[in-house]
């Protein structure tokens, strides 16, 4: 069964750009989580998508935002960029909300100089 | 005190030792527990789940929980150098939907 794919790998922006990551959960799962992980502060969670709805949201301001397509897919946005947003964004899937282990993806490594 | 927090590293064991890797977590509810390891440069894979107070065996693996002591614990049998990575500790709070909380890893050193 193939894993979790995203979509670009690698990212380079400029302070103010918008940028748009992509991820495709494994087959059968219906549920994504976004996660940021930067040196500082670790591995924090984004949000959490179940049948196109934001279900939970982590403690990040609105630039950062998400959805979710009736094939599962999922999307994050991040608005107006700034140096601090420069980290490893980590998508997750499960089987559904109430089953808790979630499996990763490779991950997209975004740069905003 | 943070949500879940871990042995500041990093660890270093001889190849064949026992590496015992701990974790504390604050929300005295929270049900699910997991382990992930993550090479450097690598996206986190998860090795360990742990739902119930004792030991769960997998392989050279042991997760350890005691919800009392609000500690969850992964010993690593037989080192290899392979196992050489970050270990994650992650608390999926009460009622929290898929939500994971982090420690901040230890990191692990297997020398031959």
């Not at chain 1, 984004?46 to 935002?65: A, D, V």
């Not at chain 2, 879940?4 to 890797?21: D, F, K, R």
Request: proline content about 5%; charged content about 15%; overall charge positive.
């Amino acid at each position: 069964k193939a894993g979790v794919t995203q979509t670009p790998r690698y990212l380079i922006k400029t302070r103010g750009q918008q940028v748009t990551l992509s991820c495709s959960p494994i087959s059968g799962h219906r549920s994504v989580s976004w996660y940021q992980q930067t040196p500082g502060q670790g591995l924090q969670f984004l949000f959490e998508y179940f049948s196109e709805t934001q279900r939970n949201k982590g403690n990040f301001p609105g630039r950062f935002s998400g959805r979710q397509f009736s094939n599962s897919r999922s999307e994050m946005n991040v608005s107006t960029l700034e140096l601090g947003d420069s980290a490893l964004y980590l998508c997750a899937s499960s089987q559904a909300p109430s089953v808790y282990e979630q499996f990763f993806g490779p991950g997209t490594r975004l740069t905003v100089l | 005190q943070k949500e879940v927090e871990q042995n500041s590293g990093p660890l270093s064991v001889p190849e064949g030792a026992i590496a015992s890797l701990n974790c504390t977590y604050s929300d005295r509810v929270s049900q699910s527990f997991f382990w992930y390891r993550q090479y450097s440069g690598k996206s986190p894979e998860l090795i360990m789940s742990i739902y119930s107070n004792g030991d769960k065996e997998d392989g050279r693996f042991t997760a350890q929980l005691n919800k009392a002591s609000q500690y969850v614990s992964l010993l690593i049998r037989d080192s290899q150098p392979s196992d050489s990575a970050t270990y994650l500790c992650a608390v999926a709070p009460y009622n929290q939907g898929g939500k994971l909380i982090f420690g901040q890893g230890t990191e692990l050193s297997v020398k031959p």
